[in-house]
């Protein structure tokens, strides 16, 4: 009896380095689960969801969790203190950004909790994770039987050497522009990061930058759903309150 996994892989080059999706190889109980590889940066997402509506619910109960872990870095806590510690900042942080561009695409009046948790397992000081984050929370619920009505991908732009760059390099430092963007292959969703007086017209130039990127991704999540995706449940909507 062949007890191996069936494990289904979609690759493709961002910036000169491959991005690759993959599922089957652990979380198998998760209802999506997906790795994301982006150099030696490496996330696992996994997605879950409730069949039914909560009772008395009046608003989406979505968790979004970002969990670092000190072994991706190469490193065990010592001293006293033996075992993780609470969230970082930058996980927090890490957390919402993958948070917003997903949260709108569920259907209005949903009330059934979901729950996403991304764990950065590999952390090479190059590539940054959080970007990942998001591309694995869209994976995981994009072949989950959840009604997400995604996907979404997500890219990094900066502007180095009078270049606007997709996904610098932790090592090429981006002074003037450092933004995240997200979206489907249709919208932009979230435009997240800091400028430095740029001129207008180089921000519409890489936000559309981002947007070719941004639909590659999608796509591969697609033929990653294609492949092994769950069909979707209906979504149980809550009825709007007409008096209100």
Request: aromatic residues 4%; charged residues 25%.
């Amino acid at each position: 009896m062949d007890n191996r996994p069936n494990i289904t892989e979609i690759r493709l080059t961002v910036a000169g380095r491959d991005l690759v999706f993959e599922t089957g190889r652990i979380a198998g109980l998760a209802d999506g689960a997906v790795t994301v590889r982006y150099g030696d940066t490496l996330v696992l997402s996994t997605a879950e969801g409730e069949a039914e509506p909560r009772e008395g619910m009046d608003f989406f109960p979505l968790t979004v969790d970002y969990e670092e872990r000190m072994f991706a870095a190469g490193k065990i806590p010592g001293g006293f203190i033996k075992r993780e510690g609470r969230p970082t900042e930058h996980a927090i942080l890490s957390a919402r950004l993958t948070d917003r561009p997903i949260r709108p695409l569920f259907p209005s009046g949903y009330r059934n909790e979901v729950q996403v948790i991304t764990t950065v397992l590999s952390a090479d000081q190059v590539n940054d994770p959080d970007i990942l984050s998001i591309n694995g929370a869209s994976a995981a619920l994009t072949i989950s039987s959840v009604p997400f009505q995604g996907p979404v991908g997500a890219v990094r732009v900066g502007y180095v050497d009078g270049q606007l760059v997709i996904n610098p390099l932790a090592t090429e430092e981006s002074s003037e522009l450092d933004i995240v963007v997200a979206g489907t292959a249709d919208a932009i969703m979230m435009v997240e990061g800091e400028a430095h007086e740029i001129p207008e017209h180089l921000l519409v130039d890489a936000i559309a930058l981002a947007h070719d990127e941004i639909r590659r991704i999608v796509d591969a999540q697609l033929q990653l759903q294609a492949r092994v995706g769950k069909p979707k449940r209906d979504p149980k909507v809550t009825p709007k309150d007409e008096t209100v």
